[in-house]
């Protein structure tokens, strides 16, 4: 089942983007930030972790877990810490997507060149 | 009086060099050369603009044989125009114009004027647009991965250079209508053909005012590179003032490229569009005597990515040059 | 002439946009993208604890996205699938990719160095923003 929840869930959020983008002027830079603060939203309404859980990595995958793990690693930092927790844990689960990434994109710029 | 009529300026030569895309399109086979690498063996796609221009200007001062000109007007699409690194290699007085799309007419209109006005023999006019290059500059980096709204267009590769003179030669320059900025609260940059398609309006309305024609002196009227929609739009807009288009409207972003087929959306656009279609198609059609006289309206959307992002809506103008054959 | 009748004159001439077809596309890509993501997760898990597989499973995404980039790839797959690749994270790899490979020319520092975060930059500030912001709510909330 968490192959169907999965690609109905990933699915249905980028068929959310995509509707966003045919029909408004906004570009895929509104989008994405749109869909992080909706993720952000969702954690603190308890609903992402329950939607990690039905579809998998699914959930993990759009955009919206980035907004989730920030906001779900300050929440459980702060609730060890106390309120400096939300500042000290804020990258606690998404350092190494963000690092990974700014790794690869320098190494891709550095060996490779743009095509047309 | 926003028309110049000119009594002998004669078109000495012209060069084309145009991409890829534009060489497997319908006017391929009318363009002097292409070239099929983006870069043309350079570090990147400004240079690649500055390259192709050396290459077409040289050709053309060749074909022409001139050794010296007396003044050049130029103009490109990048900020503070890459044509001045070009500039100073070619030891002539330089004036750079910026009219976005509209540069092919607004070099050789204002060319023409030097040779009329200002007694010169030979007077250079040459644009260029860059694919890559004018992406970069207006939209996004070339290898993101976003999806083009439908009704834009795509920046034609392509550069154009011609050499104007008071020499006798069969073809002649003979007005040259500057257009005013309109703005008609059209704001969206993806589809720039509608925010054009007026001041390509006024500016051929205008021109027939001043010179008192309508479209039977002409045998082609082609507009700069409004595109599908912003040609459709123009044609409706004419048509509704009582003109009789009879197929002598025509526009150059759907003439350089198969719509249907190459996957360009609404059409070309960018100032190589126009000058290219100009030097390469129709002066060919006027020297073989399928043709006598035509307009090109040269449309430009004059918008700047910071005030657009200020959501400003976007100036346009357009200019006419008539040429004809002598 | 004038601008009401002009924009009435606009909004008769419209391309047809097929919205439908590149929802679709949008949605099975984005979906296609999840079940393989899934199915590598479910690989992954018989060497890797349950969260580092998850982790590995992203890594891998963002580090195809950033080499398709590379190779001129992405952008030719995202003409069709739109949102199905830029909604989930490989849009967020591309964004990064595809700025820092442009900028290229410009420098190490100048160049690939700040120009990296010209697009993906607004995910980041948004995502961090926005996270205090509810996290500082919902600490709130739950301290009552």
Known sequence: MTYLYGFLFCGGCALAGQMIYDNTKLTPGHITSLFVVIGSLLECLNVYDFLIRICGIGATLPILSFGHSLTHASLSAAQNEGWIGILTGLFDKTASGIS???FMAFWVAIFFKAHD | M??????NVYVKSENVIVGKLEKEGPLGSYFDDYTCDPYLNQPSFEQAEIEMNRLCVDKCLKKGKAETVDLIYAGDLINQLCTHYLASELKAPFVGLYGACSNSALTIGHAAMAVEHLHMKHVL?????????AERQFRYPNEYGVQKKECSTSTVTASGAVLLSNEFSDLKVTSFTIGSVVDWQFSDVNDMGKAMAPAAYQ???????DLGRTFDDYDLI???????IGYAMLSEMIEKARFQLENKLNDCGIMIYDINHQDVFCGGSGCGCSMAVLLGKLFKDLRSKKMKRILLVATGSLHNVFLTQQKLSIPSVAHAICIERS | MNQKELHEISSRHQVNDHKARKALIAFISAGMLAVSGQLLNDWLMIYFSKENAGILTILFFIFIAAILTGMGIYDKLAKYAGAGLFIPITGFSNALSSSALECKREGLIYGIGSNMFKLAGSVITYGIVSAIIFSLITYWVRML
């Open chain 2, 203 to 209: 500016t051929i309305m205008t021109h027939f005012e």
């Open chain 1, 100 to 102: 990974f990434a700014i």
């Open chain 2, 2 to 7: 926003t028309t110049l009529q000119f009594k």
């Open chain 2, 222 to 228: 082609v507009s700069g590179d409004l595109g599908k």
């Open chain 2, 125 to 133: 006019a040459f644009t260029s647009s860059h694919t890559q290059a």
